[in-house]
């Protein structure tokens, strides 16, 4: 069984990364919003889908589409459903609406080899159904979104990390350290009640009465600062794991210490 000691600088710890887990989250979806990260990453999968990497051919014209973009030029979407794309691209290619031979002579005409012999493909196993090309075609959209999604994970996971580095650099927030100084004084540890839920002005409070932040700065260059450096990285690793995790953890923490008191 763990000792009180243990269990105090587990819920130290563990309101700590969720702390900056949290705020690093709120942090990444403003900037996110901000960007238009989610906009431009579908955008850029739509053009390396449709082979138009300069936006010039047919992934322009299919965001000129009402079903993709409602808003026109003004704004960008950040999700365009399955079945609205299929629709926006038969649109785009046919010269006469719901003539589905037509269709087939439209695809044969356009310029792409790579594209055309893509929905070629498509347009001969749907065996002249509009509806089943349209299925396809959703389809295959599915299967690039979850290659875009991947890259925006990536890519939301790296801007994560920077963020995170970037908080506990700025603030000091020392995992090294922190560990150090909840083991020599638990109490420190044992004012933090229950795990909240959101973030809100109780958080910042409870989270200021951990050991961080700076006591002299600059910091010196020395053998110590090496192990400044990797308090932070270990900081900033662990808001990878997102808040949930850790305020999961911490209440469970918190719990068991309830009943090794009761």
Same mark, same amino acid.
């Given at each position: 069984?763990?000792?009180?000691?243990? $269990?105090?600088?587990?819920?130290?710890?563990?309101?700590?990364?969720?702390?900056?887990?949290?705020?690093?989250?709120?942090?990444?979806?403003?900037?996110?919003? =901000?960007?238009?990260?989610?906009?431009?990453?579908?955008?850029?999968?739509?053009?390396?889908?449709?082979?138009?990497?300069?936006?010039?051919?047919?992934? #322009?014209?299919?965001?000129?589409?009402?079903?993709?973009?409602?808003?026109?030029?003004?704004?960008?979407?950040?999700?365009?459903?399955?079945?609205?794309?299929?629709? =926006?691209?038969?649109?785009?290619?046919?010269?006469?609406?719901?003539?589905?031979?037509?269709?087939? #002579?439209?695809?044969?005409?356009?310029?792409?080899?790579?594209? /055309? #012999?893509?929905?070629?493909?498509?347009?001969? /196993?749907?065996?002249?159904?509009?509806?089943?090309?349209?299925?396809?075609?959703?389809?295959?959209?599915?299967?690039?979104?979850? /290659?875009?999604? =991947?890259?925006?994970? /990536?890519?939301?996971?790296?801007?994560?990390?920077?963020?995170?580095?970037?908080?506990?650099?700025?603030?000091?927030?020392?995992?090294?350290?922190?560990?150090?100084? $909840?083991?020599?004084?638990?109490?420190?540890?044992?004012?933090?009640?229950?795990?909240?839920?959101?973030?809100?002005?109780?958080?910042?409070?409870?989270?200021?009465?951990?050991?961080?932040?700076?006591?002299?700065?600059?910091?010196?260059?020395?053998?110590?600062?090496?192990?400044?450096?990797?308090?932070?990285?270990?900081?900033?690793?662990?808001?990878?794991?997102?808040?949930?995790?850790?305020?999961?953890?911490?209440?469970?923490?918190?719990?068991?210490?309830?009943?090794?008191?009761?």
């Amino acid at each position: 069984m763990f000792g009180s000691t243990v $269990l105090e600088v587990v819920v130290g710890l563990t309101f700590c990364y969720a702390s900056v887990a949290l705020i690093v989250s709120a942090l990444q979806e403003a900037l996110a919003s =901000a960007l238009r990260l989610r906009a431009n990453c579908l955008q850029s999968g739509i053009k390396s889908m449709l082979n138009d990497p300069g936006f010039t051919s047919l992934a #322009r014209a299919l965001y000129s589409h009402a079903l993709v973009n409602p808003h026109g030029d003004s704004a960008k979407p950040a999700h365009i459903a399955p079945d609205h794309f299929a629709i =926006a691209l038969v649109d785009t290619i046919q010269s006469i609406p719901g003539n589905v031979a037509q269709l087939g #002579r439209d695809i044969d005409a356009l310029h792409d080899p790579q594209i /055309r #012999r893509a929905l070629q493909g498509i347009y001969q /196993r749907a065996g002249g159904d509009l509806d089943a090309f349209q299925a396809a075609l959703a389809g295959w959209f599915d299967s690039a979104m979850e /290659r875009v999604s =991947a890259a925006y994970k /990536r890519r939301a996971m790296m801007i994560s990390l920077a963020l995170s580095l970037l908080m506990a650099m700025l603030f000091n927030i020392d995992s090294i350290h922190l560990f150090q100084s $909840l083991w020599q004084h638990p109490a420190l540890a044992a004012q933090i009640g229950a795990a909240p839920a959101a973030l809100d002005q109780r958080v910042l409070d409870a989270m200021w009465q951990l050991p961080i932040g700076w006591q002299a700065f600059p910091p010196r260059m020395d053998g110590q600062f090496a192990v400044n450096v990797a308090g932070w990285l270990l900081t900033a690793s662990t808001a990878l794991f997102g808040a949930p995790f850790w305020f999961n953890l911490m209440k469970h923490t918190v719990a068991l210490r309830g009943e090794r008191k009761a």
